[in-house]
């Protein structure tokens, strides 16, 4: 098995989605996908709109992180793939940052394993990020 | 050989940088050690919530630096 690769620099492109759909076009034995995209969302905090936002990862272990989730959602769930992809650095409003995708025979069960592994990646995954406003100020996001 | 320390998050604004060697590995030699040496170097470090990962391993008790190791102070993770 080649090396998973689970970061992006900048927002996950359109073309990157639907690249991800199109090539299990071949496998006829799957019967659903379940994708989650996370969208940078337009915030207002003190009459400041949230213009951007910049994630800074722990690559190696975040990495391996990743991975491991991986590993326990195949244990889990009877998944026959499972892509996940995350950006590091700037992202604007609008665009997204986070796009898992799991697909398998049935959609019950693949519904519950996309949960699964989102929530992992929330709780468990070590990234960070910084909230950039229209007026220029930045804040941390604590969590 | 010395121990790398790494920043995360807006630990890199209370420091004020992202890494640093310390090159007396005695200093260091213990994960509270460590805790000790850095909140005398940068007090606004201290009362702020991290972890701490040795070797890329997070920790929950005391444990013990190795010279050469890399160790990574992170505040609470906000991914996705």
């Keep these: 098995m080649t090396r998973a690769k689970f970061f992006i620099k900048g927002a996950i492109s359109t073309r990157y989605i639907s690249g991800m759909i199109g090539k299990h076009g071949e496998n006829s034995g799957l019967g659903a996908h379940v994708i989650f995209l996370g969208q940078v969302r337009s915030d207002k905090k003190n009459k400041k709109v949230v213009k951007e936002i910049q994630y800074s990862v722990y690559a190696p272990m975040a990495e391996k992180e990743f991975q491991k989730i991986k590993d326990e959602a195949f244990e889990r769930y009877p998944l026959h793939c499972l892509h996940i992809v995350h950006s590091t650095g700037k992202v604007g409003t609008g665009e997204i940052s986070l796009a898992v995708m799991a697909s398998a025979g049935h959609r019950k069960k693949t519904f519950e394993a996309l949960k699964f592994i989102v929530e992992q990646i929330k709780k468990r995954v070590p990234i960070w990020k910084k909230e950039v406003y229209d007026d220029g100020s930045e804040v941390w996001i604590k969590h | ?80």
């Design chain 2, 1 to 80: 050989m010395s121990v790398r320390i790494l920043f995360f998050g807006y630990l890199v604004e209370k420091t004020g940088r992202s890494s640093m060697h310390i090159n007396n590995h005695n200093l260091v030699s213990d994960s509270e050690g460590l805790k000790k040496f850095l909140y005398s170097e940068f007090p606004h470090l201290e009362g702020q919530i991290f972890k701490i990962a040795i070797n890329r391993e997070l920790i929950n008790k005391k444990r013990e630096i190795n010279d050469g190791d890399e160790v990574a102070l992170m505040p609470p993770y906000a991914g996705g």
